[in-house]
């Protein structure tokens, strides 16, 4: 059942062996309500969060995916700019060697069954979210889009369904 899975692109030579069922076997506290390709046909990070870099996942996750060769706010479900550069992201010790590109990276390769050490911050980092989730129920009328689009957009990018709240 297990799969490995040689990643080499601009970022990583990488090497994972993919242990879980595709989109199954999710730990316990964790339950995204977005899959991976949901999430690229809605519109997450400006289009660019691969940099054109995504071979090593489904190429049906990509088929109606909104990709941009440079960031574009348009290219985002909300679109609004929601996300710090990965720079950022750098500074401040959320980027591990495992996944370089981030969260959204580690998230896809979950999604494929990859189980690594990291999953227990990464999910603690995901149930964190919880927070803007509040705001936006305390502050908007359940299904009103235009209310709070950055934070709606900001959980887009963590897998919850910012259009149900």
Not at 70 to 81: A, E, F, G, R, T
Not at 83 to 88: A, C, F, R
């Given at each position: 059942m297990s799969r490995t899975v040689h990643v080499k692109d601009s970022r990583q030579q990488y090497t994972y062996v993919?242990?879980?069922a595709v989109g199954k076997d999710f730990a316990e506290d964790f339950k995204p309500e977005l899959s991976p390709k949901e999430m690229l046909a809605l519109g997450i990070f400006g289009g660019v969060y691969f940099e054109g870099e995504y071979e090593e996942f489904p190429a049906d996750w990509f088929k109606n995916a909104k990709l941009s060769d440079?960031?574009?706010?348009?290219?985002?479900?909300?679109?609004?700019?929601?996300?710090?550069?990965?720079?950022?992201?750098?500074?401040?010790?959320?980027i591990h060697d495992e996944d370089p590109r981030g969260w959204f990276?580690?998230?896809c390769r979950y999604y494929l069954g990859r189980r690594i050490e990291d999953d227990v911050r990464q999910i603690k980092r995901w149930k964190n979210m919880t927070r803007h989730i509040g705001q936006i129920k305390a502050h908007c009328q359940p299904g009103d889009e235009l209310c709070r689009p950055v934070q709606r957009q900001a959980v887009l990018h963590w897998a919850y369904d910012s259009r149900k709240m």
């Open positions: 993919c242990t879980a440079d960031y574009d706010k348009q290219s985002n479900y909300y679109m609004v700019k929601a996300s710090q550069p990965l720079e950022e992201w750098q500074r401040k010790g959320w990276q580690w998230y």
